[in-house]
């Protein structure tokens, strides 16, 4: 009776927005009651053109004035005085989503647990009971399912507590004798603990994978930080390096104006005073025309001859046909090797800015990526004939070579490979290229110069086995990098496709395995002196290897 009045209580007094038992009730004049707060903020709501009313919808023109219902809350203060509680709110009731309490009469609330000894859920105030009294001590609780009838078997309407193995199912005691008679059962909690034995053996290498993850992750996090890092004191030292080099040109630059402008004073310098002279002797050979004009001027003959031994001499001349205007060129030679040495600079700054931009696009951390990214470099390989061993026979136009126990009839040639299972292509290589070897066995894939030995079964002639060749060995199970005869193991996913990247100006070597993804397996920075061959080894009987065509 008293929940019946709860819920009385519940549904007739409370707020239809915020599903709260009313405070300071206020009817509006379609007869609906509402928190003042609720229904003022709700008209306040700026998107709602005109105030009406949550439930019925209706409108009101002009707002109605808000006045709190002195009858309708005394009703409920006098009924929170009486004890009754307000009963639970909506979100404690079970939804369509919820598990409900098997034991609620009326609006069920949602169930806390479920029983799977009594195959029932209940409520927080339901299962008490499990809690309280020691009949239920031995009952196991779960959190709340809806799937509890699936442990009574439909056949016999028993509680499913065995495991047929053979059929890999849950049974009641019955089907055991039944239909599952003769086949391999054991009791479900067994069954559970051989399961949960295995899964923790499961979840212990899944933690394992998360920790061996985990570093990994660390590692390229670190890797993240180096290369940071060695970004940032690259970009430092380049701005410090290019700094020092504007300060040398600006340097250069006031060397030239200060050596031009000390030269300008000093020519200038020289043809003012030679100016000067001349000046000097016009003005001299002014006065002197003017005595010989006024002698001359003379009309006693007497006088004249008297004065005339008294004339200055002609001082000599400065003045000589050497000096000529003509057109020179003064500075402009300055100008044009200034010009010459702008040009030189922006020839060098041109090559080494080619190396300094390739330098910085070979500074990756490739650990996987996509094959296209070297498929605009690739190149077609073939192989020379002259430099094929007699036990390897070359096969589709000369881009395949296999292992043959019945030597093959070549002529005889300088360049062949008499003693080592090699062969070099005919393509030689210096820029940018890639290619892909596909094997079958093992190979060794390799780049060398011209110059390796070539009759001898020393490691003079081998693949990596001297100075002048870079060879990957391929084997079924690992693989292993050879230079200078120094051997080193090499990690990666194993492919019978071996993918070859080769930067001849940067001095870059890289090997991939490939297959939808290239991961790098090894990388070579060194100085190529001279240009480079591809080649490829084969040692054992019926192995091969075949340049692939590249799209």
Avoid at 395 to 417: I, L
Wanted: overall charge neutral; hydrophobic content about 30%; proline content about 3%.
């Amino acid at each position: 009776m008293a929940q019946k009045g709860a819920q009385l209580y519940q549904e007739t007094f409370s707020c239809s927005i915020c599903l709260e038992v009313l405070k300071d009730p206020v009817t509006i004049p379609c007869g609906h009651s509402y928190c003042m707060n609720c229904i003022k903020n709700f008209w306040d709501d700026g998107e709602k053109k005109l105030p009406s009313c949550p439930q019925c919808r209706e409108t009101f023109i002009p707002r109605p004035v808000l006045v709190k219902s002195t009858m309708l809350a005394a009703v409920v203060e006098q009924l929170k005085k009486t004890g009754l509680q307000a009963a639970p709110a909506d979100h404690c009731y079970a939804g369509p989503e919820d598990v409900a309490c098997d034991f609620c009469s009326g609006r069920k609330l949602k169930a806390i647990k479920s029983c799977l000894v009594c195959l029932a859920s209940y409520c927080e105030k339901h299962i008490q009971p499990h809690h309280d009294s020691s009949t239920f001590k031995k009952h196991k609780l779960m959190d709340p399912s809806k799937n509890l009838q699936d442990n009574i078997c439909p056949r016999h309407d028993e509680v499913r507590k065995m495991f047929c193995r053979t059929d890999q199912k849950c049974i009641c005691y019955l089907c055991s004798v039944d239909e599952h008679k003769g086949h391999d059962t054991v009791s479900a909690a067994a069954e559970r603990t051989e399961r949960q034995r295995e899964m923790e053996v499961s979840r212990q290498q899944i933690q394992q994978e998360i920790q061996d993850r985990e570093k990994d992750v660390k590692l390229l996090q670190q890797e993240v930080e180096a290369i940071n890092q060695s970004a940032d004191k690259t970009v430092e030292d380049s701005e410090e390096i290019f700094t020092e080099l504007i300060s040398l040109l600006q340097k250069r630059s006031s060397d030239v104006k200060q050596q031009i402008r000390s030269q300008q004073k000093t020519e200038v310098s020289r043809v003012r005073e030679l100016e000067e002279k001349l000046q000097q002797e016009i003005t001299d050979l002014k006065r002197r025309d003017a005595e010989m004009k006024q002698l001359t001027d003379t009309e006693d003959h007497n006088q004249f001859l008297h004065n005339y031994p008294s004339l200055s001499p002609l001082s000599e001349s400065t003045h000589s046909s050497g000096i000529s205007i003509r057109p020179l060129r003064y500075f402009e030679d300055v100008t044009a090797a200034v010009s010459e040495v702008r040009g030189q600079l922006q020839d060098i700054l041109r090559d080494t800015w080619t190396n300094i931009s390739l330098t910085i696009t070979d500074v990756d951390v490739l650990l996987s990526e996509p094959k296209n990214r070297f498929l605009k470099y690739s190149c077609e390989i073939t192989l020379d004939l002259n430099t094929v061993n007699t036990q390897l026979l070359l096969s589709e136009e000369n881009r395949k070579v296999t292992f043959m126990e019945k030597r093959q009839s070549y002529s005889d040639h300088p360049d062949r490979f008499t003693e080592r299972r090699q062969v070099l292509s005919r393509e030689s290589l210096t820029g940018r290229h890639y290619w892909e070897v596909e094997k079958k066995g093992e190979a060794l894939v390799a780049v060398s110069y011209k110059n390796i030995g070539r009759s001898w079964g020393g490691e003079e002639s081998a693949f990596g086995g001297n100075d002048k060749s870079w060879s990957l060995h391929c084997s079924s199970d690992r693989y292993g990098f050879w230079y200078n005869s120094i051997k080193t193991s090499v990690s990666g996913p194993q492919s019978s496709r071996i993918g070859v990247f080769l930067d001849h100006r940067a001095g870059v070597l890289s090997f991939y395995s490939v297959s939808e993804t290239m991961t790098l397996l090894h990388r070579v920075q060194t100085t190529f002196t001279q240009p480079l061959y591809a080649g490829v080894g084969i040692y054992s009987p019926g192995h091969s290897a075949e340049f692939c065509k590249l799209k």
